[in-house]
Each structure stands twice: as structure tokens, then as C-alpha cells.
Nanobody, 125 residues
Framework: QVQLVESGGGLVQAGGSLKLSCAAS????????MGWFRQAPGKEREFVAT????????YYTDSVKGRFTISRDYAKNTVYLQMNNLNSEDTAVYYC??????????????????WGQGTQVTVSS
């Protein structure tokens, strides 16, 4: 079983940047997708970005396109989410997730079977 641990969250001013990391441990780090989701207070968890295991394909929700970049480092078993030009609507707990089997999709909770504990990102205006 893979375990995922997020880090890199914190408090940042609007317009600033943060880089989240998701370190995987356990069995061999492999699967179909690695994704980032977020949950703001009082809202449902929503998809942010995903990267195919091979690293050759990424997909972002519209609200973060051009501002966020997902990437992975095979040697470190780590996935990153670089977040630039942050605004108050990006405030949320950010979760890393792994899809060890292919469900046919890549942007819903049900497409991922292993989750990290989350890291808080707070953007002050």
C-alpha cells in the first residue's frame, strides 16, 4: 500500500506563490494518475490537477490553468504542485491522491484510491 504525505502549505499573500509536495512511500510508486484536490471551508472537495504516471500528460481545472503546474520526480517518488499568483479563492486544504487502477476518469474522488492527509493553504488578501 502506498502512503502519501503532503507538505509545503502555509500562509501567503495574494499574488504570491507556494509549492506543495507529495511524497510517496510504501510499495513501488506506480499507477495511472497522481492528482491534487482541494477543499475549501463549507465546500465539497474539488479536482485541481492531475498528471499521468508516465509524466507525459497533465490536466488542470479551469480556475488554475496558467497559474498552477503539476510535476513529478521519479527518483524522489514525489509529485509537486507549483502554485503562482494565488488568490483568496485558492484557500483550502490541498490533498494529494494516487490512482493505482484505471477507472476511466481522472478528475473525481472515485478515480483515486489512496489519499494523503492534506496540507492547509491560506491566501490573505
Amino acid at each position: 500500500q502506498v502512503q502519501l504525505v503532503e507538505s509545503g502549505g502555509g500562509l501567503v499573500q495574494a499574488g504570491g506563490s507556494l509549492k506543495l509536495s507529495c511524497a510517496a512511500s510504501g510499495r513501488t510508486f506506480s499507477g495511472y494518475f497522481m492528482g491534487w484536490f482541494r477543499q475549501a471551508p463549507g465546500k465539497e472537495r474539488e479536482f485541481v490537477a492531475t498528471i499521468r504516471w508516465s509524466g507525459d500528460w497533465t490536466y488542470y481545472t479551469d480556475s488554475v490553468k496558467g497559474r498552477f503546474t503539476i510535476s513529478r520526480d521519479y527518483a524522489k517518488n514525489t509529485v509537486y504542485l507549483q502554485m503562482n499568483n494565488l488568490n483568496s479563492e485558492d484557500t483550502a486544504v490541498y490533498y494529494c491522491a494516487s490512482a493505482s487502477r484505471y477507472t476511466g476518469g481522472y478528475y473525481t474522488d472515485h478515480d483515486y484510491d489512496v489519499w494523503g492527509q492534506g496540507t492547509q493553504v491560506t491566501v490573505s488578501s
